[in-house]
């Protein structure tokens, strides 16, 4: 050993430098890396990622031992005053713990590449997959390299710690090059892995301030790529400093470097303990909610749009002892494939998973609800029919002891010991029903809900398959109930009012819900029935686990699944426009209500009507709404119930039938328009949200639904559920049916064209319509474009077995005459002809084939407002048959419509046959255009003349309208063989265009002020307020110019009344909203 040269440097030790910065980040690092397993095995489960991480702790706490022993033996001193033995010994030790803090970095950093791995698995980011996987071989290959060399670097080895013996090592130049590599080598991975999450993160379905703070906590990698390069600094200035005076020169890196490994485990460690930290946020949350501090989030009362609305987190849940969690074991025992846990449980920040989630009983957690946390909103109900009154908050309390009362008194009335008995109940849609069908389950029975909408044969025939002898009769009984009891003998018992079961609750017993889950997964828990859409409807005796199933959805974010329909809505407040009895209103007043947080917020007890719908938007303090189609297009139709649906909620929801186009894809630029499926057998499907708005129509249904789409016909396929033990908690229709293996919803779909795991809805199986032509034909979207027209309540296409399609419409308003009739079907033409536009050819609907409904015989429509299409083709067999009968004179064999052999000849169903429409347009057009230009070009120059330059498109226009109506002879309408091709038929014989674009601007304003004011004399620079515009017409211009622009500017702001305070003029206004008079 060489001696050191110049005077001797004094006898200091700063082992105690090493010992105290890597004892104290170790301690650090230990207490998160256990935190981190801990919420890995209660929340989760351990993965590759978990179990090397732990194991570079353990290689940590080996190195930290090793530096103790090192320290003892002298390590930190200078070598010349450490005795011989001592010293070997410090410098072995020194080396080991070398290795193992390599080690355990080595692991630490290939951890959070399985990490990121698993976030990326099952995404489309090859990149940075790719960049993962090469990130983890070079840190692993690139550390064992190092970890050779330290062995390597002398010969014989052992002089690598002991320099007292003979022997040689390598040179100085290329073992400093050697620190200089790994330690620059280091920092750079730890750069790069503190980088990476910002590629990770961008895509990943989380609120903005969830994606910063995952950032964030990722990022702060670059405090331990500080650390490496501080490390990488002092080693190289160490051993240029003296490598035979290693024992004190190396001391300082070796500080920094198990510094180093202690914080990139406490870093990649972090993000894991998320969970964790969800009691002490509810504690904080509850504690300033103690103090009088409220949240930032929306508001309410039990008045309705004043006031202020407990604290809920997103769950749903006030108290931290309410719902506590539990580990995944209990909840999944049959594992989910490893394939498809591709997110971590910090993917959802949010995630709050209830003990025994997937398991739980509505009666029960109805009860622990009502004693954890009393004043929890159960639902709210309107104070009167007149909405403006606002809605009251029944909180989950008071809503358990009603519930209780109901179930003491069906005992009253049925014996407390009688075997369980199926009541029927149909009364006023209130609140009620929510009660009944609990108290019903309490009380040992079963509620059965039949929609008053059903016909007499289809309420016999339910009430027969559910052996169902017992009914509730409330004061206002439905007239249906007195049919019923006419053909079948009923035990009738009296049912209260409402207010009844809210009365002297203090004198209320409790009744304990003693059934265990494994008791009643497959119990029937209340009997609802199908739609009838395919004929009379079935009873579906819908089962505890059923419904159960939709509360396991809340375990799928932690299971490395998206986000679901219920983690969305927990915690938000839902108008739900739909009878209370129907199975979709249920899945939220109950299920998403009690399993999710739902808070909902019933319509009266009165028709649903847009006008109704308007009412709850501007009073109900809602965030959202789920409405029937048919209820939304009313409202898209009125512009005052259009604005408001769109600026006072979040987002939008239907379910029961198709959304017409036209509209979903003008409400989709404004609010969050969702979809919705399931069914009584089903329960609601674990519905992903779409991350394009465009998409409204698509459903992605989660893959933990355990289903797949096989192929049916026509590129549709049919949705099926499969199956699988490992899905069990998730298939809540084989609770419902037991002894199947499959289920098909018979629901046909289509794929998206750029996302495979995306499906729209096309038809049921039975709905294909087939011509004798051996074609076919889907009438849903043709329907559901006709029935968007403002005069159409509802349209089923029909042909079955024929060689034509036809129409059956339901007005809103019924002509009162034939001539009132033809009128009534040219003013709908438009839509029939643009249902032709997206139809096959085969398809086309002909004017001889439209029918109008009979007023005394409306359409049937199930609960939820939906056609019965099959009961409607029943109802109207005769008919359909009459038309097709008169029309096939007018057929050839082929199935195309005769044109008329005689000029002007006979009218077919009382209109004109098939004349040859483009020939005689065409001579029209030769025979008046140039007499008509040659006017409207004089007329133009003779406003030049006179200064009034302005309107020449409008007398061109007017000009040729005149000429053409003086020179066509008054013809009756004709029909062109089903070749439309955008035209609409009119009595003069001439085809109108169909007017695909915005209505002008100046006349919707004009027409608007002229339901209220005067305005013959208004010109567009008058002052509107000198005509009489006031308040209330300010509002309504508003609403109409606000819906406007919903419909044909999706990218301007919507205006307030104040626009038009400020700017009372036509001219003023036209320019505020296009920027230039015209449209």
Known sequence: MEQMAGPRPPDVSIGYRLLVGTTVTFVCAFIVVSLRGVARSVYARMSWDDYLMIFALV??????????????????????????????????????????CINALTFAKISICLSYLRILKGSRHTVLRVTCYLTAFLVFAVNTVVIISLYAQCDPPRKSWNPFIPGKCWEFRTEISLVLLQGAWSAVTDYFLSILPFFLFKDLQVSRGNK??????????????????????????????????????????????????????????????????TP????????????????????QSSSGVNGSRSFQNRSGNKSAKNLPTTSMEQILPNRVPRGMLYTMVFEHPNLHVPRNCGRRLMPAVLDEVAENDPQRVFVSVPRSSNLADGFKNIPYGTFAKAVNKCAWYLREQLGKDSIPKTILYMGPLDVRYLIIILAAAKAGHMAFFSSLRNSLEAHLSLLDKCSCDIVLVPSRAPAILSQIFAARPMEQISTPEVDFFFEDLDQVQPIPFTLTWEEAKTKPFCVLHTSGSTGIP????????????????????????????????????????????????????????????????????????ADLANQAFLYGNLDGALMAPSLIVDCYNHNTYCAN????????????????????????????????????????????????????????????????????????????????????????????????????????????????ESWVFRARTDDIIAFTT???????????????????????????????????????????????????????????????????????????????????????????????????????????????????????????????????????????????????????????????????VQRVLARLLAGLVGKESDVVSESVQQSVQQSVPEQPP???????????????????????????????????????????????????????????????????????????????????????????????????????GQV
């Open 974 to 1076: 004709v029909h062109v063989n089903g070749q439309v091709n955008g035209a609409s038929e009119t009595t003069n014989g001439v085809e109108e265009v169909v007017q695909t674009g915005p209505p002008e601007l100046k006349k919707v304003i004009y027409d608007q002020l002229g339901e209220n004011l005067d305005i013959k004399d208004i010109k567009d620079d008058s002052d509107l307020f000198q005509f009489g515009l006031d308040s209330l017409v300010v509002i309504d211009l508003t609403n109409a110019l606000n819906t406007y622009i919903i419909k044909w500017r999706p990218g301007k702001e919507l205006l307030e009344p104040k626009v038009v305070y400020d700017n009372p003029t036509v001219e003023r206004i036209l320019g505020l909203v296009d920027g230039a």
């Open 59 to 100: 290689q940590a706490l080996i190195a930290t031992i090793f530096d103790f022993i090192a320290v003892d033996k002298g390590l930190g001193r200078h070598l010349i005053y450490i005795p011989k033995n001592d010293a070997v010994t410090a410098m072995y030790y020194d080396l080991l713990s070398q290795v193992f």
């Open 645 to 756: 649906m769109v600026q006072r909620l979040k987002f939008l929801s239907y379910v029961g039938g198709a959304l017409p186009e036209e509209v979903g894809n003008v409400l989709t630029t404004r609010i969050k328009l969702m979809t919705m499926m399931g069914s009584c057998e089903t329960a609601l499907h674990p519905l992903e949200l779409n991350p394009d708005p465009a998409d409204w129509q698509y459903l992605t249904i989660s893959p933990f639904l355990g289903h797949t789409f096989r192929q049916d016909r026509d590129g549709l396929s049919d949705l099926v559920f499969i199956r699988d033990p490992r899905f069990e908690l998730f298939q809540g229709v084989f609770r419902t049916f037991p002894d199947k293996t499959e289920f098909a919803m018979g629901d046909l779909f289509e794929q998206h064209p750029r996302r495979p």
């Open 280 to 299: 002490f946020m509810k504690l904080t949350s509850e504690t300033m909610s103690y103090l009088g501090i409220r949240s930032s989030s929306k508001t």
């Open 538 to 609: 079935k009873p579906v005796f819908v089962t505890y686990g059923t419904f159960a199933s939709n509360d396991a959805h809340q375990l799928i974010p932690s299971l490395g699944g998206k986000p679901t329909l219920i983690n969305y809505l927990s915690g938000q407040r839902l108008f739900l426009a739909l009878p209370v009895f129907h199975a979709a209103s249920l899945t939220f007043t109950l299920v998403f209500n009690i399993f999710g947080g739902v808070t909902c917020v019933l319509p009266p007890p009165e028709p649903l009507t």
């Open 212 to 277: 910063i703070i995952l950032c964030g906590l990722m990022g702060l990698g670059v405090i331990t790529g500080v650390f490496a390069t501080i490390r990488t600094i002092e080693s190289g200035l160490g051993l240029k400093n003296g490598i035979s005076d290693a024992s004190y020169t190396t001391v300082m890196g070796l500080m920094w470097a198990g510094m180093e490994r202690n914080i990139a485990m406490m870093i990649g460690s972090v993000p894991a303990l998320r969970p964790l930290t």
């Open 774 to 936: 051996a074609e076919k034909l889907n009438p849903i979207t043709m329907e559901s474009v006709i029935s968007a027209n403002a005069k159409v309540k509802s349209a089923v296409v029909g042909g079955q077995g024929q060689f034509q399609a036809s129409v059956l419409i339901e007005p809103y308003v019924y002509p009162q005459s034939k001539e009132g009739e033809e009128q009534f079907i040219r003013d709908i033409w438009p839509s029939i002809l643009q249902a032709n536009r997206d139809c096959p050819a085969h398809g086309r609907i002909m004017r001889g084939f439209v029918m109008l409904t009979k007023p005394e015989k409306p359409m049937p429509r199930a609960g939820k407002d939906t056609v019965q299409r099959h009961q409607v083709l029943k109802l109207y067999a005769e008919e359909f048959r009459e038309l097709y009968e008169r029309m096939r004179p007018h057929v050839r064999k082929d199935g195309v419509v005769l044109e008329e052999e005689e000029k002007g000849g006979g009218e077919v169903n009382g209109r004109a046959g098939g004349d040859d429409l483009d020939r005689r347009v065409e001579e029209a057009l030769q025979r008046v255009l140039p007499g008509a230009v040659e006017r409207a």
